[in-house]
């Protein structure tokens, strides 16, 4: 079991994961169309944006939250 200290860790290790996951696919599928070898490249495309994806979302999370509170109404 993973320590409760380290959820905003697998948090953004599985968002980043996710939304890096979509996103490269629409842009290989944008970029070269439905090809023979497209699932191939939407990995390697995958793999390249997850790294730089994983610490972006750990570093702008807590921004994210100060927008969102400042954003939303109070009770």
Not at 19 to 39: C, D, E, K, N, Q
Not at 55 to 70: E, S
């Amino acid at each position: 079991m993973i320590p409760k200290k380290l959820e905003p860790v697998l948090f953004g290790l599985i968002l980043s994961a996710c939304m890096s996951l979509v996103v490269s696919g629409i842009a290989t599928f944008r970029a070269l169309g439905p090809v023979h070898g497209f699932l191939g490249a939407w990995v390697r495309a995958w793999l390249t944006a997850w790294p730089v994806a994983f610490p972006t979302a750990l570093l702008m999370a807590p921004v994210a939250r100060r927008i969102v509170r400042r954003a939303v109404a109070g009770p």
